[in-house]
């Protein structure tokens, strides 16, 4: 291969999570420390888009006291974006203007922030590097609060929204408990995932002895079953006066039908999902008669940085730094990884995945850590659970209020022609 153009590019892609700015922040960082191996971080405005219409960020004119603001910043520093480049047959154009920019703006080193749709882009992307013989280091870091990536202990986003829903739902319990007799005696729980029940069963941490919220787990890994489920909820208000649920949006009947199907598909081809809360909660209501309130978690789970996990901005963090590295030390298509050492105390270390083994690979939750009777999580799911929410690290607090930071994003010259997508 040729020598390595100095520049770096960096993107964020898929949904944001509290902690996706922590690795923004720690690759940034190494990357200026590394000069001048490598020159400048070029980031992309709003993930890949900012690349093929080389909308390009340059992260020189920002501070390192701004930088390492970013640390305790939650959302997409450079914004973010849905959009999946397809096959290299099928979409060749796209990636060879990918290229273009790269050639155009002297990028070698290409990062790339994201879950299991980012990891095929980065992989692909360091295969059309090859073939047009292209100088180009390829290295996808990990990023999903869906908890779904493949050879990781866990994702960066993931454990700062485990500890949000647990905390929620600890909270809300103690509201419906302190009300049932004579209000409300369900509350349904929203969370996020679509095929894996990772945040879903990071809800049941909340429940620590009998009795304790959430009393019921729905997760997308069993089918749901309408009549078990009714009579798990009436046993719950037998028991307890009262009854709470944590439910998956990707919650599936038995032929595998999604029950908060909107007919309707997202930007990677996913259906979009929406509402299953408050079915569930009607479906209590039509068939037993009992009150309820729901609510949605939705982007206040994975936006929620002032009650992060400890654990979560260290790893996410490291994981940026660790991926400037890989990238130095000739590692391409390759993505840092999380690897466990030891439960308690919680000994992690960074280890290294293939691109090619990462992508399009979805980790569900396995059988081991689900309930026999499919509402609830077992010892060993706490045990994977528990020290992904350890610790605390509050952002500074200005007014009463968080105090993020807004960088600059001052945009590069353009030096080639418009291209549409």
């Not at 999570?17 to 709003?46: D, M, Q």
């Not at 349904?188 to 945040?199: D, F, K, Q």
């Not at 949605?296 to 929620?304: F, S």
Request: charged letters at 25%; aromatic letters at 8%; hydrophobic letters at 40%.
């Amino acid at each position: 291969m040729a020598s390595i153009p100095s520049n770096a590019f960096y993107a964020q892609s898929g949904g944001v999570t509290a902690v996706i700015n922590a690795t923004a922040c720690g690759l940034i960082e190494a990357a200026r420390a590394a000069s001048p191996r490598i020159g400048k971080v070029f980031a992309g405005r709003n993930g890949i888009i900012g690349a093929l219409t080389e909308d390009l960020i340059d992260t020189s004119f920002e501070s390192a006291e701004d930088i390492a603001r970013l640390r305790h910043t939650p959302g997409g520093a450079f914004g973010s974006c849905r959009y999946k480049l397809k096959g290299i047959d099928e979409q060749r154009a796209q990636y060879e203007r990918l290229i273009e920019v790269f050639r155009a703006h002297d990028i070698g080193y290409f990062f790339y922030n994201g879950g299991g749709d980012s990891m095929d882009t980065a992989h692909k992307v360091s295969q059309i590097a090859d073939k047009l013989g292209y100088p180009l280091v390829c290295v996808g870091v990990p990023k999903t609060v869906d908890n779904d990536l493949p050879l990781t202990d866990c994702c960066p986003g993931f454990g700062s929204v485990a500890k949000y829903v647990a905390t929620s739902m600890r909270e809300a319990g103690y509201d419906v408990a302190s009300m049932a007799r004579t209000s409300t005696k369900i509350f349904v729980l929203e969370v996020m995932g679509r095929h894996a029940g990772w945040i879903t069963a990071a809800c049941g941490l909340a429940s620590e002895a009998e009795g304790d919220p959430p009393h019921i787990l729905l997760l997308p890994e069993v089918p749901f079953d309408e009549a078990r489920f009714l009579a798990r909820v009436q046993e719950c208000i037998d028991k307890y006066d009262y009854c709470t649920i944590a439910v998956s949006e990707g919650l599936r009947n038995a032929e595998g039908k999604l029950i908060a199907d909107m007919g309707t598909k997202d930007a990677f081809g996913h259906a979009q999902l929406g509402g299953v809360g408050q079915q569930v909660a009607q479906l209590i209501k039509d068939k037993l008669g009992h009150k309820y309130h729901w609510a949605l978690a939705d982007y206040l789970q994975r936006a929620a940085r002032h009650i992060a996990s400890a654990t979560d901005v260290e790893q996410a963090y490291a994981l940026g730094r660790a991926a400037v590295d890989l990238a130095l030390s000739g590692r391409n298509a390759v993505m840092p990884v999380v690897e466990r050492l030891a439960d308690s105390p919680y000994r992690w270390q960074i280890g290294v995945a293939e691109l090619k083994d990462v992508a399009n690979i979805e980790r569900k939750m396995p059988a081991e850590f689900i309930s026999e009777d499919g509402f609830g999580i077992t010892a060993a799911c706490r045990t994977y659970l528990a020290p992904l929410i350890e610790g605390e690290d509050y952002p500074p607090y200005r007014n009463g209020l968080p105090d993020f930071v807004r960088l600059k994003n001052v945009a590069v010259a353009r030096r080639l022609p418009d291209f549409a997508i």
